[in-house]
């Protein structure tokens, strides 16, 4: 079974340009989420989507970061200006279902963004 | 959402059980316990959870206070590839299934 697959695994940009990162969760997971892991932190919940809906974007710095989830498949996460605070790791996860199942979640290698 | 608590980094023996413990004293009756493990440049990995009773897979056993304020991961024959930041994780149930994460317990198995 393949797994959730991420896009790019590395990107250096400079602060105020823009970066799009693309996860393609396992085929059939209804539930998506993208989290930020800062070095030496645990991960930290963007966004969660179930379909093609949000479910919980309460952590999301809304000013900068963008994510979508078209078609309830591939979802795209994007920055635009980034800071220098937005270095970090960011993981993409999928799961069969949101709701109160005790489905765990898979979670792809992440993309690891530099911002200089 | 309930939080926990766990020893910042623990040391283990090649070979030896590797017993992880967390704290989770204002667990609601209706949240699990997660237990994940992220190795070095790779993305969480599930290992085990429960609610009230003990559970055993083929990675690991978790074991469950009878009050559920606290719990410890065991790995029975610790490896070199065990080494990995642990994270204990209780399941908000009600808001969708989200895990929220806390700093984690860094293992280190030594030869």
């Known amino acids: 079974e393949a797994g959730v697959a991420q896009s790019p695994r590395y990107k250096i940009i400079e602060k105020r340009q823009s970066v799009a990162f693309w996860c393609n969760p396992i085929?059939?997971?209804?539930?998506l989420y993208w989290y930020q892991q800062i070095l030496g932190q645990g991960p930290k919940l963007l966004i969660q989507?179930?379909?093609?809906?949000?479910?919980?974007d309460s952590q999301l710095p809304k000013d900068r970061f963008s994510a979508e989830r078209l078609k309830g498949v591939d979802s795209t996460l994007k920055i635009q200006p980034a800071k220098l605070e937005d270095s970090a790791v960011y993981l993409c996860?999928?799961?069969?279902?949101?709701?109160?199942?005790?489905?765990?979640?898979?979670f792809g290698e992440g993309s690891r963004l530099t911002v200089l | 959402d309930a939080k926990t608590t766990q020893p910042p980094s623990m040391d283990c023996a090649e070979g030896r059980a590797a017993n992880l413990p967390c704290n989770h004293s204002?667990?609601?009756?209706?949240?699990?316990v997660y237990w994940y493990r992220q190795i070095h440049s790779q993305g969480p990995q599930y290992i085990i959870h429960?609610?009230?009773n003990n559970e055993t897979n083929e990675m690991a056993s978790l074991i469950i206070t009878e009050d559920r304020k606290s719990s410890t991961l065991i790995l029975p024959h610790a490896t070199l590839r065990d080494t990995a930041v642990y994270y204990c994780?209780?399941?908000?149930?009600?808001?969708?299934?989200?895990?929220?994460f806390g700093q984690g317990t860094e293992l280190s198995v030594k030869p």
């Open positions: 204002t667990i609601s009756g209706n949240e699990y």
């Open positions: 429960g609610l009230k």
């Open positions: 996860a999928s799961t069969l279902t949101g709701t109160a199942n005790t489905g765990e979640l898979f």
């Open positions: 085929s059939g997971h209804a539930t």
């Open positions: 989507f179930q379909n093609n809906g949000v479910v919980d």
């Open positions: 994780i209780v399941r908000v149930v009600n808001q969708g299934g989200k895990l929220i």
